[in-house]
């Protein structure tokens, strides 16, 4: 861990941005859980490991990501063939599935890693943002509408049916428990003010749950889940949350406001562009369904 650790504070240092998602993070902090492997490159040369491949379960796929120390980028050719196949080995022994390998804005490098291990382009997420505060044309809209802050201790299994199924089908958001709610409960960015939930006649419809980032420059707001269940969809509840949620992030010390969606989703691509968010950047996905090792 403390190797590991060193490892993504060089990179962190040197990208400015945390290397490893959210539930890979949160994987690798709490020790590791069914599913969960790591696998670091050393040589008898330097002190620090030179790269970092985590494989971790999630909702009928696998996520994984790929990290090499800033000084031995120069090696990636050498270094990641390896690892991505160690990683993918470990896929299989598990029962196989599906695949999914993360890149921040990939080059051909990348393209030509994925292919070496026959993963092909997948997902891309576009990254958005905006500054704030909200115009108030935008607070006018919810000005009549409802929310209320998470309770953590009592909103845990009402929030994880809702979450569940708007996400049944998505690879991370998809499928989580009681263990991944309070995990993330823990964390020192949870605060449940910027956790808004909305409730029709008392049942619990919609949320928007929000999340400072105190370690980028500028500190910024980000529409970290948001969903509305199925059964109260196309009655505008998706666009009034994101302006509750947004409004719940404090202007004065996030002043840019940011959040992932598909490529894809057209839908929410132009909801987001009618509240003001514009592209800043790309992640991609490279994907491929890795066969069960036979052990017959």
């Not at 971790?56 to 796929?61: E, I, L, P």
């Not at 009034?240 to 949620?245: E, F, R, T």
């Not at 562009?273 to 514009?278: D, P, R, Y």
């Amino acid at each position: 861990m403390d190797e590991v650790s060193t490892l993504l504070a060089d990179v962190w240092r040197a990208d400015g941005a945390r290397p490893l998602n959210d539930h890979l993070w949160l994987d690798l902090r709490e020790g590791g859980r069914e599913g969960f492997a790591g696998i670091i490159a050393r040589d008898e040369t330097h002190s620090h490991a030179l790269a970092y491949c985590q494989v971790s379960r999630g909702n009928d796929s696998w996520s994984l990501d790929l990290v090499i120390h800033p000084h031995h980028r120069y090696d990636t050719n050498e270094l990641a063939p390896g690892l991505l196949q160690a990683a993918l080995n470990v896929v299989a022994d598990e029962g196989g599935g599906h695949v999914h390998w993360w890149v921040f804005e990939p080059n051909n490098t990348h393209r030509q890693l994925a292919s070496q291990v026959g993963l092909n382009q997948g997902r891309r997420l576009i990254q958005l943002r905006r500054t704030l505060p909200l115009e108030q044309n935008l607070l006018d809209e919810v000005a009549q509408f409802s929310t209320e802050s998470f309770v953590v201790g009592v909103d845990e299994t009402e929030w994880l049916a809702l979450n569940n199924a708007a996400f049944h089908q998505h690879p991370e958001q998809g499928g989580w428990n009681h263990h991944v709610i309070e995990s993330r409960e823990q964390e020192p960015w949870f605060n449940a003010n910027g956790f808004r939930i909305h409730r029709d006649n008392g049942t619990m419809t919609a949320f928007c749950w929000t999340k400072i980032h105190s370690d980028t420059e500028p500190v910024m707001g980000e529409i970290y889940v948001i969903a509305v269940h199925p059964n109260h969809s196309g009655h505008g509840l998706g666009r009034k949350m994101a302006i509750a949620g947004l409004a719940s992030i404090p202007a004065e010390s996030a002043p840019i406001a940011m959040l992932y969606v598909d490529s894809d989703n057209a839908a929410a691509l132009s909801l987001y562009a009618s509240l003001g968010f514009t592209s800043h950047h790309e992640e991609h996905a490279f994907v491929g369904d890795i066969a069960a090792v036979s052990n017959s």
